[in-house]
């Protein structure tokens, strides 16, 4: 469940961050003030807060006969949550790229759209590579957060284990072997964003 959360919040969060990010540059007021409410709005609360509203709250705003899984709610919040933080990564990819290179695009015939995925996209995303993993990384460990809402997540197993009575006393292997899992997790992910560094190039050209 561990793994699960993190690979769905991270796999939906991405796009979702850098549509946000595209929103809150655009030139579009409706877009623009949509995209900078909602992400001022997430960062200022704890997940810990949307979490427990897609928990407790959806469930009463929903339909009678319309139910949702509590994990997907959990990965919903998690979501929506890590995209506000990965909009504001790739807004500042975004910033970095001069603005020469797009009047030039513009010059040339190309359309916003075509600017944004050919030119900008690319080289801001790059950019922002150590920021964004350092960010999921930090999802991966925040998802002990959902053992608070009743999920048996890698912690909450361990805690389950340690109310049985034949583990009494084993505090200290438990919580050492979740750590070391939390640590090779980390560290893989780590270790893939260097590798893909290296191959893009970033901070090279």
Do not use: W
């Amino acid at each position: 469940l561990t793994v699960l959360l993190a690979v769905v919040g991270i796999g939906l969060s991405f796009p979702l961050g850098v549509l946000l990010a595209l929103g809150r540059r655009s030139a579009l007021p409706a877009a623009r003030i949509l995209s900078t409410a909602y992400i001022e709005l997430i960062r200022g609360v704890p997940l810990i807060t949307l979490l427990f509203m897609a928990d407790i709250m959806l469930p009463l705003l929903l339909p009678g006969e319309l139910r949702v899984d509590r994990v997907t709610r959990a990965m919903g919040g998690i979501t929506l949550f890590s995209a506000a933080y990965v909009a504001e990564n790739v807004r500042g990819g975004l910033q970095a790229i001069p603005s020469g290179q797009i009047e030039a695009a513009h010059a040339l015939g190309l359309s916003t759209l075509k600017t944004n995925r050919f030119i900008v996209l690319p080289q801001a995303l790059r950019s922002v590579i150590p920021a964004n993993v350092g960010l999921f990384i930090s999802l991966l460990k925040d998802t002990t957060l959902v053992t608070i809402i009743g999920l048996f997540e890698l912690l909450g197993i361990g805690r389950a284990i340690l109310a049985q009575p034949q583990s009494l006393g084993a505090h200290i292997e438990v919580y050492m072997f979740i750590a070391a899992v939390f640590f090779v997790l980390c560290y893989a992910m780590s270790q893939a964003s260097y590798r893909l560094e290296r191959a893009l190039g970033v901070g090279v050209r």
